[in-house]
């Protein structure tokens, strides 16, 4: 295909440098290979390559049924090249091709070129060292080419580029191109996981998802319903079409480990005998050497699929006939023992799916692995048959009943999970009461009847005073938080019980202005030496405790990495909205509104098609105080009305973070009356329960929104308060009283290290403005173009306190909003003079005039528009790889 006009598509972010050394090897003239199984984008890539070369080639693909016939390849080339068929023979072709490129450079790309008979490869090899020929060659593997290309490995001339598997940028671009639209992150993560980073897989897989109704726009971003499974007519074809050219004994290990999943070298070894090696020399199954003795040199080996494919790909590709002979080999090979827990109970769920029996401590065992995993999809399948199975003790029954009520919720069916356990309810342990009041006030917003369904009875054990106590906390009522510490400890609850209680212990105190010693205890818990020994159900209670405690720190985002945080998340298997929300959380402490409304957006996305624990509307509210910091009115009044029309309850414990901040949310959009109410309501009930630091959080932002005049008392109630972000807040009052450089610079650099630039910009203007009054022109002029520079990040943010001003056209004539419009983008009175033709004693009248009316005294208060650029893209979230 001489001359070929690839369609000029963006590079993937992670192949870009690869792409550019190639490109500089490619100009000396060097041979490339590019090695990529099929579907990862190696054909993609070598174009990108010749495209940039910027000279005309011819492309060859390899064809398996040519590759033994001789010099095959070689008639297809000098077919293309003018003049290089001067007939049929060997020597006719040799000549030919020597003849028509021996004035010229020709650059060749060899596709497939596992399929390139050895004749031609020799040729070529050749004529690529001592003639005009210059190859650029894709094939999947270099032990899968012919002998003479295979050689060419040892030239010190040759560059040779491993595609590896796409990363988190690599697969927003692609689905961003793929479904014409935003990607919720959460989305981007789940998808690149079940396609095990192989980008045709990705593509099939989305395709699939879209057209089964479970990959979905919700909130102007593609979203993945959590219930969702890789299964679909595309996918099914791609992963049958890549297996077909296997061995009978091949095939047979990948959908046995498929089965299985990841199992140890000798248990793979007893299941499939030596084809797990056939399997592994076709690189479609891995070898994973999981630890190793540094003194004996004994290894840990783990066999599992590679190359792009996944479990849940393969498994999902095959009948339930396949899958019931599956099922049967493994019985008869391999006994329960040889599998670990994940194993077990996956292996477990097949049998059910089967009809097979299943002995009930087996079924016990993995039905509590599954749920301590969180991995609610399992729970349901292993418990789906459960009056079916021979139960033999009200204990065994319960957990079971238990487990799956616990799966149905947070799959969104709280109602079904009720019913379940609603028949036990009066004889039924403090923990089967619990889950049942948890899903009745978090999963629908019940707390009258989460209440009653642990109303003390004659006989209850302390645990039930326990869970009551829990779930007043949660619901933001005064609860005795020296009890809730002691339940924390109390052995006869369950550890995700205790978990969950010390979570709230721990908000609680950061609630009353202690966030320093939860934040210190939360550490040491993350770091102690049994947090890896938990179950996730037991670490994600413990986690949820974090963003509210961050939040009341005022911690910048980029600590959650100091924390391990990232790595807790991928483990706990947390669920990912409330992860973003977290982030954006984050973001939107640093005063980095854009960032945060897009996790907001993203995070309410994510619980319109599933929301069992109603964090909607507490994300709808941030997601308000971002749009509002942003100036974007309809955005603000949308996510405003979003939140009132969700229950209460959402937010549970952390409710009064997003309730202070809907303070400037309702200044902006129903006026400073509604507003002053709003704040004397939540400082009442925020001084009445001792919530000292969200007394503090409160006046701060009605210092922000300019309803707290008096700053005096904002530094008063900082004073009481333990934290970073208190220290500084206490030395407001002198800073701003008497405004000097020494005063005020000192707290403006501690907001900046914290992270909290728009509070840092925020002090640098008032103590400006405050400077401007006492007649101090000089510490006024540094001190804002202090809170310029600081600002320059945030952009589009604006408060009361900021004191910049948005160009508001309907304030100013044509003329002084253009001369505005200039000035905000940083041109000069002499530029602006030149582009609308007046003179600069003009342009200073005109924007003189429009500082009065705006409000502000200098240019650089003014707020450019908005360029005309695409959506926040949206949010990595620390790359987390966590199921839904």
């Known amino acids: 295909m001489t001359g070929f006009q690839n369609e000029r598509r963006a590079v ?32 993609t890539f070598s174009l990108q390559l010749m495209d940039r070369i910027d000279s005309k080639f011819i492309w060859i693909v390899g064809s398996k049924a040519l590759s033994s016939v001789p010099f095959s390849t070689l008639s297809v080339l000098a077919t293309q090249l003018p003049e290089g068929s001067a007939g049929t023979t060997p020597t006719a072709l040799v000549t030919g091709i020597a003849r028509a490129t021996s004035e010229h450079i020709q650059w060749v790309f060899l596709d497939h070129a596992e399929h390139v008979d050895e004749q031609s490869a020799a040729v070529l090899k050749q004529y690529s060292i001592s003639g005009n020929i210059r190859l650029v060659i894709a094939a999947s593997s270099v032990r899968s080419m012919p002998s003479e290309l295979r050689s060419m490995i040892s030239s010190p001339n040759l560059l040779r580029v491993d595609l590896e598997p796409l990363t988190y940028d690599d697969a927003q671009m692609m689905l961003g191109e793929i479904l014409g639209g935003e990607v919720n992150s959460s989305t981007i993560t789940s998808l690149l996981e079940f396609a095990g980073g192989h980008a045709l897989h990705l593509r099939e897989l989305s395709l699939d998802a879209r057209a089964s109704g479970a990959l979905t726009k919700q909130h102007d971003y593609w979203t993945l319903s959590r219930t969702w499974t890789p299964r679909g007519k595309r996918t099914s074809e791609l992963i049958n079409a890549r ?43 891995r070898l994973d050497v999981i630890s190793e003795n540094p003194v004996t040199g004994e290894r840990v080996e783990q066999v599992r699929l590679g190359t792009g494919l996944s479990s849940e790909l393969v498994f999902n590709s095959f009948d339930a006939s396949t899958l019931r002979r599956h099922v049967r080999t493994i019985d008869e090979k391999l006994t329960w023992e040889l599998f670990d827990s994940a194993a077990r109970s996956r292996f477990t769920r097949h049998r059910l799916d089967m009809g097979l029996t299943v002995p009930i401590d087996e079924l016990l065992s993995d039905v509590r692995q ?34 799956r009520a616990e799966a149905l919720s947070e799959f969104g069916m709280p109602e079904a999970a009720l019913t379940l356990l609603q028949e036990h309810l009066a004889t039924g342990s403090p923990e089967l009461r619990f ?6 006030y978090a999963s629908l917003g019940r707390l009258e009847t989460a209440e009653q369904f642990l109303q003390a009875l004659p006989g209850d054990p302390p645990g039930v005073a326990a869970y009551l106590l829990l779930i007043r906390s949660r619901a933001n009522k005064v609860v005795d938080v020296a009890a809730l510490r002691r339940y924390a400890s109390m052995p006869e609850l369950r550890s995700e019980g ?37 179950p996730a159900s037991v670490r994600s209670e413990l986690i949820f405790a974090f963003p509210t405690i961050a939040f009341a720190l005022g911690l910048n985002p980029a600590r959650f990495a100091d924390l391990s945080l990232g790595e807790d998340l991928k483990t706990a298997n947390t669920c990912h909205g409330n992860v973003i929300v977290g982030i954006g959380m984050g973001y939107l402490e640093s005063g980095l509104a854009e960032q945060a409304l897009a996790c907001f957006e993203q995070a309410i996305g994510l619980f319109a098609v599933g929301d069992p624990n109603l964090v909607k509307g507490f994300a709808a509210a941030l997601a308000a105080a971002a749009a509002t910091l942003l100036g974007e009115r309809q955005k603000a009044s949308l996510y405003l009305a979003m939140s009132r029309a969700e229950p209460e309850v959402s937010g549970q414990i952390s409710r009064p973070v997003a309730d ?3 303070l400037s949310v ?15 309501e939540h400082l009442s009930a925020a001084e009445a329960f001792g919530r000292k630091n969200l007394v503090m959080r409160l006046l701060l932002e009605a210092w922000q929104c300019g309803l707290l005049g008096d700053v005096a008392q904002l530094s008063e109630a900082a004073r009481q308060v333990q934290g970073p972000l208190a220290a500084v807040l206490s030395g407001y009052e002198d800073a701003l009283k008497d405004p000097t450089e020494l005063s005020v610079v000192p707290l403006v650099q501690a907001h900046v290290e914290a992270g909290q630039l728009l509070l840092a910009a925020q002090l640098a203007a008032r103590a400006s ?11 006024a002029t540094h001190l804002l173009g202090l809170s310029v520079e600081i600002g320059q990040p945030l952009e589009q943010v604006n408060t009361f306190a900021w004191g910049r001003a948005r160009i508001d056209s309907s304030l100013l004539t044509a003329r002084e909003y253009a001369t505005c419009v200039l000035a905000a983008k940083g041109a000069s009175s002499l530029e602006i003079s030149k582009e609308l033709f007046l003179s600069t004693r003009t342009v200073e009248g005109h924007l003189q005039r429009s500082y009065t009316k705006l409000g502000i005294t200098d240019r650089r208060q003014l707020i450019a528009e908005r360029a005309d650029v695409d959506s926040v893209a949206p949010v990595d979230t620390l790359g987390l790889p966590i199921s839904m």
């Open 12 to 43: 993937l972010p992670s192949r870009v440098e690869a792409l550019n050394t190639a490109l500089d090897v490619a100009r000396s003239g060097g041979p490339i290979l590019i090695i990529g199984d099929a579907g990862t984008g190696r054909t």
């Open 243 to 285: 297996l077909s050219n296997q061995t009978e004994n091949v095939r047979e290990a990948l959908e046995l480990l498929a089965v299985t999943g990841p199992v140890p070298l000798e248990v793979a070894l007893k299941l499939v005998g030596q084809s797990v090696y056939e399997a592994i020399e076709t690189e479609l199954v």
């Open 370 to 403: 599954a749920s301590g995993a969180r991995q609610f999809d399992q729970v349901i399948a292993l418990t789906d048959l459960l009056d079916r199975q021979l139960v033999e003790s009200a204990l065994q029954l319960e957990t079971l009943l238990v487990a």
């Open 435 to 440: 889950v049942a009041a948890k899903i009745a």
């Open 498 to 534: 205790r978990a969950a209680i010390l979570a709230h212990v721990l908000v609680e105190q950061a609630h009353a202005g202690l966030a320093e010693d939860s934040m210190a205890e939360y550490v040491q818990l993350t770091e102690s030496a049994q947090w890896k020994q938990w």
């Open 660 to 662: 202070r901040c809907l």
């Open 666 to 680: 309702i200044l902006d959009l129903d006026g400073a009356q509604a507003a002053q109410v709003h704040l004397r």
């Open 769 to 779: 403005e405050q400077a401007r009054i006492l007649g101090r022109r000089a510490v």
